[in-house]
């Protein structure tokens, strides 16, 4: 049971005191002691108040340093950039947005978020020297261990820039990943979830991608492109050139574009998906039917996910997912039918109740997780000796 | 760096002396100091030899000590038992198998395991509590954490039947899988492979299934059917029933089975797949086309996986694909078409070229690394003070 472990353990609330570590871990008292000095010295953790007693002296109580820095969270949208200001627990101090198209650019959009970013820590009395990290999400294809963005397709300009330069200044770790990794690992909640939990979230909007939880933390893959499931084949009696160049990938089918475009063929009033899902909310039956019917073709390809990662639940975010029930209806109808049963049995597929702070909230954690991550602590309390 | 991890290190051979465990992981003389006595104090590591200087006094080899227990690994497939005994660096020391029908039964089958056994720890002249963990592979699904048949098609009379009650006179840790994940476990190689290795075994036999490696871990889901490829759907213009009920599942359209009813259909003289990959073999052009055909079923699906895990490599197994290159071209015919650019960039698809100790060489490996992993000797360690 290493420092890192046990700080985890004191985060998310599981041990508050060095007698809980010790039951929780089995680990002798001297070592949990050593352990709890060492995140003590860092000032990860903190000593307060006494909890109650079970018979003999009451204990001391830990409590996790959420104070100890602060962490820039920075959502970029397709036509909006968020920027929020949050403690190491998650809890938002400061936030700001601004209206802004990722076509302008790298630069532009980057200074803009670092102009919000300035008025948030000015606005919190603070400076740049007390961000201990940054995380950023973006609408396209990152990989992850440089921050660099890979042929992005809604970010022109922006294919080969290193994200983490713009943050240079704050001297300290910058995390960038794509839209849904980030939305997932804001689903993961304060501390990381439990190390068993595998699930999936699924963004249903303009393009369709999945974000991927594996035993708690974010599966990214061997060139960090896993859960691009908008380009799975799917059969279908008519073909659809996807604008990948194959043909009838699932986002060319079921995604917004395609369904605003359908929408349109049959005549319905619509500019946009978001046109198409208000049409579903107000129970046009045309536009239940569009909705139903995409959400049968992205069950297919659900189905076949459930059967190779066997998660625990499915929670569906983006544009098309707000339509809600006609998707899930359709979504279900197919999963349930084509899964195996043992896989099946005990999942959970569900629209994300969360309102439009995920990407902020989402960004925020994969900082502060990837901050505090054990193995990254381990180290940093090693070095420290 | 815990202790855990540093036994891996040595294991492994990236360190041979306390200086490669403090340049490799950077943390201080005094604290590796410490974990290595634990180690020494456990038994796991000794010390032996000097190592070469580059100045001053040599410093002492440390090594991992395979002999400090032996590992029962044993192989149940359909028609055959396969037992072996080896040390803890799954090297064997003696190994014994028999023709018998899994279909027999838990209690004969696993009678004629213990046998085996015996004979074995007898010819190295050691007895049962010489045994420091048993690894047991099994055609069928299985509940990992009990060690617990889940309506195996394959093994009538085992259902719900818990592995482990077999082996108790062992007193020590029972590890039990399905084949395809035990194949994955000796793929890993010693040590496990890379942290950051993500890969996937396929085997096509009479049914088919998938390993999951993620992080360089068997990745089993959260009820541990994680893998189960063979009953994704597969688009056709024929509808076939597979023997699960629905309808075109992968394997009721190029699993072993399905190839040998093609094959007859056809014409062709076989009685089995083992005939037809022989035909195959021998370079029988409608027995090449049936295979190749398959490869591009096997391929969509794959195709699919690769966009959801970005693996870095494919390994095939199992009797359909001893027939090798018409099945390796039908494959990559279709994977490298229907995948992701980044993704496809870097990956390997290969059929194994291990012979058929793999079963037993893989429960070994799953035994060992289950005993062996971090956090167990972590705990064990504290456990010990």
């Known amino acids: 049971m290493t420092a890192g472990a046990?700080?985890?353990l004191i985060r998310t609330g599981a041990a508050r005191s060095r007698a809980d570590l010790v039951s929780l871990t089995g680990a002798p008292r001297s070592t949990i002691s050593a352990r709890v000095e060492q995140l003590l010295g860092a000032?990860?953790?903190?000593?307060?108040?006494?909890?109650?007693?079970?018979?003999g002296r009451p204990p001391t109580l830990l409590a996790f340093n959420s104070t100890a820095g602060h962490v820039l969270a920075v959502d970029l949208g397709a036509t909006s950039v968020k920027v929020a200001l949050t403690d190491l627990a998650g809890t938002f101090l400061a936030a700001r947005s601004q209206e802004l198209s990722i076509a302008a650019g790298p630069e532009p959009v980057l200074q803009v978020v670092n102009g919000l970013a300035d008025e948030l820590l000015a606005e919190v009395g603070s400076d740049a020297t007390t961000v201990s990290a940054v995380g950023v999400g973006v609408p396209g294809p990152v990989e992850f261990a440089t921050g660099r963005l890979v042929h992005p397709p809604l970010m022109s300009g922006w294919h080969d820039f290193a994200v983490p330069s713009a943050f240079a200044r704050f001297t300290c770790p910058v995390y960038v990943d794509n839209d849904v990794n980030v939305?997932?690992?804001?689903?993961?909640?304060?501390?990381?979830?439990?190390?068993?939990?595998?699930?999936?979230?699924?963004?249903?909007?303009t393009g369709i991608g999945c974000g991927i939880v594996v035993g708690g933390q974010v599966?990214?893959?061997?060139?960090?492109?896993?859960?691009?499931?908008?380009?799975i084949y799917v059969p279908s009696p008519e073909v659809t050139i996807c604008r990948c160049g194959n043909e009838n990938c699932l986002e060319s089918i079921a995604g917004g574009a395609a369904l605003a475009r359908k929408a349109a063929d049959?005549?319905?009033?619509?500019h946009s998906v978001r046109d198409l899902v208000n049409l579903a909310l107000l129970g046009e039956p045309p536009a239940l039917e569009l909705v139903r019917d995409a959400g049968r073709e992205v069950g297919g390809v659900l189905a076949s996910l459930v059967n190779i990662f066997n998660p625990s639940r499915i929670v569906l975010v983006g544009s098309v997912a707000e339509a809600g029930n006609p998707l899930l209806a359709g979504i279900r109808e197919v999963v349930y039918r084509r899964s195996l049963p043992l896989a099946a049995r005990s999942l959970e597929i569900s629209v994300s109740d969360?309102?439009?702070?995920?990407?902020?909230?989402?960004?925020?954690?994969?900082?502060?997780e990837s901050l505090?991550?054990?193995?990254?602590?381990?180290?940093?309390?090693?070095?420290?000796?």
Do not use: M, T, W
């Open 43 to 55: 000032n990860l953790v903190y000593e307060g108040g006494s909890g109650s007693s079970r018979g």
């Open 6 to 8: 046990l700080l985890r």
């Open 183 to 205: 939305i997932a690992a804001g689903e993961l909640g304060s501390g990381g979830s439990s190390r068993d939990e595998n699930f999936l979230v699924v963004k249903i909007g």
């Open 354 to 368: 969360r309102g439009k702070v995920d990407g902020q909230l989402g960004a925020a954690r994969l900082a502060i």
């Open 219 to 231: 599966y990214r893959g061997s060139q960090g492109c896993a859960g691009d499931i908008g380009h």
């Open 266 to 270: 049959r005549g319905l009033a619509v």
């Open 372 to 385: 505090l991550d054990d193995d990254r602590i381990d180290a940093q309390l090693d070095a420290a000796g």
